[in-house]
C-alpha cells in the first residue's frame, strides 16, 4: 500500500520560498542541509545545536515552521558571523527576546514571514550596520514602533498583511520625509485596517483621522470617527466616506457653531442656549449633518426651516429611518417650491424611498406662471434645471460663442474650396494663392 504523501529530498532546491513543498505535519523532527554551492542552510523544525557554533561559512540561513514562540538572536546567531540573510518561514514565533548580536553586523536582508510575531525588543537591530531590507508581512503587528526601525542602512520594509491599528499614533506612515519610517514603507497600498475599520485601506483612514484631530481643536467639541464606508479591493479608495460624531453638548453655546469638521454626520447640541436655526439653512457645513441633537435649548420657533432641505426633509428622513412600519407615503398635489437650496435634497428622498411614495408622479413643483419647472414632476426634474437661473441660461458660455465662430469658419473654408474647384473645371485656371506658391 503506497501513501498518497510527496516527501521531497531536503536537497531538492530546498529554499525560503518552499518550505510548504515538504510534508512536515507527520514528521517534526529538526532536519537540516547545508549547500555548499551558495553557502545556504536551510532548516526545518528549529535548529541542529551543531550549525550554533559551526556554522562560520552560511551566508544565507532558512527557518522553516519555527517550532518556539521565542527567537533569541543573541543565543541563536552567535555561530553565523558571515550570515547575510535570515529567513523565519511559518510556524509559531510571536517574540525576538533580544536585539541582533554585533556578530550579525554583516545581515542584509531579514524576512521573518507567515508567523505570529508581534514583539520587538528595543535596539532590535541597533548593530546591523549593513541591514537594507526587512520582510514583516503576514505577520500579527499591531503597531510599529518607529524608534526600532530608525537605521540608516535600512532602504525598505514591508508589513501588509499585519492587523495594523489605525489610530492617532499610525500617522508616522504620512510622513514621507526621506529616512522616515514612512519613507520606506514599500508596500503601503497594500496596508489594511484592523477593526473598527476592518479592511479599510490604512493610509486614507488615517488621514482622515488626523485631518479631523485638527479640525476639531479649531471648535471647543469632542469629535470622534465613527465610520468608515469603503471596500478592502485591489482599487486603493482614497474617497472613503467617513461618518463623523461631534458633540457640543453643555457648552454654554448660544448660536449654532460657524465651523465643523469635514465629514460631520451626528452633532449634538443638547443642554445649551441656543435659540437662531438660521445657520441650518445658510451655512454649508451642515449640509452633510444627517442627525441633530437640540433637546434643553431655547428654541422658540423652526419658522426659519421652513423651504430649505432640513424640512420636510430631515423630518421625514428621520420618521421613515426609525419607523419600521411605513408601508405607504402620500405627497403629491402640494404647492412644492423647486428651488436650489430645497429641491436637490428633496429629490434625493423622493428616490430613495421611491417603494413608499405612492403617488410619486403627483409630487410636482408648484404651478408658477413665471417659472419654467411650473408643475413639472419633481423625481424626473435635472440638477440643471433646478439650481440654474433664467440669468444665467440666457448668457451665452465663451466656449459656445468660439464653437460657434469655428463652425462659420469651416463653412466659409468648405465654400471656398467648392468654388475654387468650380472655377478650375470651368477656366483651367488655378486659384490665386496656388498659383502664387513656389
Not at 244 to 267: D, I, Q, Y
Not at 315 to 324: D, K, S, Y
Request: some cysteine; overall charge neutral.
Amino acid at each position: 500500500m503506497f501513501s498518497s504523501m510527496i516527501f521531497l529530498p531536503l536537497g531538492a532546491n530546498t529554499s525560503e520560498e518552499n518550505c510548504d513543498l515538504r510534508q512536515t505535519k507527520l514528521n517534526t523532527s529538526i532536519e537540516c542541509d547545508f549547500k555548499e554551492h551558495d553557502d545556504r542552510l536551510v532548516c526545518f523544525h528549529g535548529l541542529e545545536d551543531k550549525w550554533k557554533t559551526g556554522g562560520e561559512n552560511v551566508q544565507t540561513l532558512v527557518l522553516c515552521y519555527w517550532p518556539l514562540t521565542s527567537f533569541d538572536p543573541q543565543d541563536i546567531l552567535q555561530g553565523f558571523p558571515s550570515l547575510k540573510k535570515l529567513t523565519i518561514k511559518k510556524g509559531n514565533l510571536t517574540k525576538l527576546t533580544s536585539p541582533f548580536p554585533n556578530e550579525s553586523r554583516l545581515i542584509e536582508k531579514i524576512e521573518i514571514t507567515e508567523t505570529t510575531l508581534k514583539e520587538l525588543p528595543k535596539n532590535t537591530f541597533v548593530n546591523l550596520l549593513n541591514l537594507k531590507i526587512i520582510d514583516f508581512r503576514n505577520d500579527s503587528f499591531p503597531e510599529m514602533n518607529v524608534e526600532t526601525f530608525n537605521i540608516p542602512s535600512l532602504h525598505h520594509i514591508y508589513l501588509s498583511g499585519n492587523p495594523l491599528k489605525c489610530t492617532e499614533d499610525t500617522k508616522w506612515i504620512l510622513n514621507g520625509e526621506k529616512g522616515s519610517l514612512g519613507h520606506k514603507v514599500a508596500d503601503k497600498a497594500h496596508l489594511r485596517c484592523t477593526v473598527p475599520y476592518d479592511g479599510r485601506a490604512l493610509i486614507p483612514v488615517v488621514e482622515i483621522i488626523n485631518t479631523l484631530k485638527e479640525e476639531c481643536t479649531k471648535t471647543i467639541c469632542e469629535c470622534k470617527l465613527v465610520y468608515v464606508l469603503g471596500n478592502g479591493g485591489k482599487h486603493i479608495q482614497k474617497q472613503l466616506m467617513a461618518f463623523v460624531s461631534v458633540n457640543c453638548s453643555h457648552r454654554g453655546l448660544t448660536e449654532m457653531p460657524s465651523f465643523l469638521p469635514a465629514n460631520t454626520t451626528t452633532l449634538h447640541l443638547s443642554g445649551n442656549k441656543i435659540r437662531d436655526l438660521r445657520p441650518l439653512t445658510t451655512n454649508p457645513i451642515y449640509r452633510g449633518v444627517i442627525d441633530l441633537y437640540l433637546d434643553n435649548n431655547t428654541i422658540e420657533s423652526i419658522v426659519q426651516l421652513e423651504g430649505s432641505s432640513w424640512l420636510p426633509t430631515y423630518a421625514l428622513e428621520n420618521v421613515l429611518q426609525h419607523n419600521g412600519n411605513a408601508v405607504s407615503l402620500y405627497l403629491g398635489k402640494n404647492p412644492w417650491r423647486c428651488d436650489c437650496l430645497f429641491t436637490p435634497g428633496f429629490q434625493d428622498l423622493l428616490i430613495r424611498y421611491m417603494n413608499l411614495v405612492k403617488d410619486i408622479n403627483d409630487v410636482r413643483c408648484s404651478p408658477t406662471n413665471a417659472d419654467d419647472n411650473s408643475n413639472k414632476t419633481i423625481r424626473d426634474l435635472r440638477r440643471t434645471e433646478i439650481c440654474t437661473s433664467p440669468d444665467e441660461e440666457s448668457v451665452l458660455h465663451p466656449l459656445d460663442i468660439l464653437n460657434i465662430i469655428l463652425a462659420i469658419l469651416i463653412f466659409l473654408i468648405i465654400g471656398k474650396l467648392l468654388y475654387d474647384y468650380w472655377s478650375f473645371k470651368k477656366t483651367g485656371k488655378l486659384p490665386w494663392i496656388v498659383a502664387k506658391i513656389p
